[in-house]
């Protein structure tokens, strides 16, 4: 693989990650969010917090998913298996 193709691939990685750790705060985020919302009975604090909750899960989801492919990849590179 050459020096550019390493180099691509562990930006990409690092862009992935970063998303990832913004999609996990985000879930932490609209968790604080409805918790405070119920505490207040504000009912659009509640709605916003899970919409906010439910979306940095999904984020986070989608790009572990994405970061498990790509190390079971490596690993497979390694093992000699692919």
Known sequence: ??????????????????????????????????????????EFAVLAGLVLGVAGFLVNWYYKHKADKRMQREHEARMGLY
Do not use: F, N, P, R
């Open 1 to 42: 693989m050459s020096d550019i193709q390493t180099h691509a691939e562990a930006g990409k990685a690092m862009i992935e990650t970063t998303v990832a750790a913004a999609g996990s705060k985000a879930t932490y985020t609209g968790a604080g969010m409805t918790l405070s919302g119920w505490l207040l009975s504000s």
